[in-house]
Each structure stands twice: as C-alpha cells, then as structure tokens.
C-alpha cells in the first residue's frame, strides 16, 4: 500500500523559514505533490516534483528525493497569510498514477 | 477555463436520512474524479475515483457510493446516513493523464445528527 508521514505540527514567526518533511512508502512512484489548505477551505494545489532535485515557485519550493524517499516543501518569507495545513500527496495505481493518497497534514503557524 | 463545482455547501442531516452530494465539472473532458472525506482536524480520506462514464472504484468499504452517470459529473450518495458519516466531502478533478496535480471543489460541510 501506500503511506505518508509529515509534523503535526510547525510553528514559525513571520519573515523566517520553514520546511516540511514528508517520508513515503509506495509501489511504484510518479511524483509528490504539496497542497495547502487554509481553516474551512479546499486544498490547492502547490507544486509537484517528478524527479529529484528542487523546484522553485516564488516563495515556495519543493525538494525531491527518490532515493530516500523523502520530499519537502521550503516555505520563504514566512507571511501571516501561509498559517494553513500543509499535505503531501503521491500518485499511484494505473498506467500513470491515476489516484491520490495524501498525508496526514502539517498546520503551520506563523506567529507575528 | 476549467471549473468544478459542489454543491450543496452545508446540509445538517438526522441519522438515517438519505444524502445525495453533487459534483460537476466545465471545461475539460474525460477528466478522473475524486471524492474525498476529512474529518476535522485529519487528512484526506479517499472514498471513490473514477476514470470514466459508469466506472467507479471504491476505496473505503462504507454506506456510501459514487455514480457517475455523465462525463462531467459525479455523485455521492448514502441510503441511511450514519453519525460517522460527518465531515467535509470534497470533489476533484485531474487531466485524464496528468500527473501531480487534483483540482478540488469549494467543498460540502456534512453534520449528521
């Protein structure tokens, strides 16, 4: 099967930075996804890495590592507004990862 | 564009009761749908994906099924609703062959009481 493991749970003030780790266990590997969900809202989608090395989208980036099996997500320039939970995501099944599963969530807090 | 929508957005519910939960999907076609549960403060559940008219797999063995009777749309239902069935129900969407990224739904708040 597959499994994800993340923090609870990450506290930061603003202007720092932050890294969420994400550990995953699958049979057969496509790629992690990162999506942030703010209180009372649905998941966007952050970023998604195929292959090992780091991808950068502004403030955020996501690091892959296959080998390891290890991934996370570098958050800059912490601001108020990123206090969200923070999930990773592998696709599996298929002929090319057609399904979804997500870890258990990270809430960050950013703190003034 | 594409969009995706769920609906109804809030519903409280006696145990027992029926449930029927909406998603559809505009400007794409042949999409994989999704739905998923998160208990508050959890992660997201998967319960049923779909890659086609009429094809529904299941993931968690539960009172709840999923139809899709149309291309663009998907539908939760339950029979007989249980107090555990509580939680926000999302819909999502991916390109049929893309990879890393669901587009979700604003969401359905569902209190069974």
């Known amino acids: 099967g597959q499994s994800l493991e993340q923090p609870s749970e990450v506290t930061a003030v603003e202007g720092a930075i932050v890294q969420i780790n994400c550990t995953y266990q699958t049979s057969g590997f496509y790629g992690l996804s990162w999506y942030q969900q703010h209180d009372g809202g649905a998941p966007t989608f952050l970023s998604y890495?195929?292959?090992?090395g780091l991808e950068e989208t502004g403030r955020f980036s996501s690091f892959l590592s296959r080998s390891d099996s290890y991934g996370y997500l570098l958050l800059q320039e912490l601001q108020m507004k990123d206090s969200a939970s923070y999930f990773c995501a592998v696709p599996f099944g298929g002929n090319y990862g057609q399904n979804f599963v997500f870890g258990p969530g990270t809430r960050l807090s950013v703190l003034p | 564009s594409q969009t995706i929508h769920q609906w109804p957005a809030t519903l409280v519910q006696p145990v027992g009761s029926p449930l029927s939960l909406e998603c559809t999907v505009e400007g794409t076609s042949n999409p994989n749908l999704y739905w998923y549960r998160q208990a508050a403060g959890r992660g997201l559940q998967l319960l049923f994906y779909s890659v086609g008219i009429g094809q529904i797999s299941s993931e968690v063995p539960q009172n709840l099924s999923a139809s899709r009777p149309q291309d663009r749309q998907f539908i939760l239902s339950s029979k007989k609703l249980l107090l555990s069935d509580s939680g926000f129900y999302l819909c999502a969407w991916k390109w049929g062959r893309g990879t890393g990224e669901l587009f979700f739904g604003e969401g359905s708040r569902l209190t069974v009481l």
């Open positions: 890495n195929a292959l090992d």
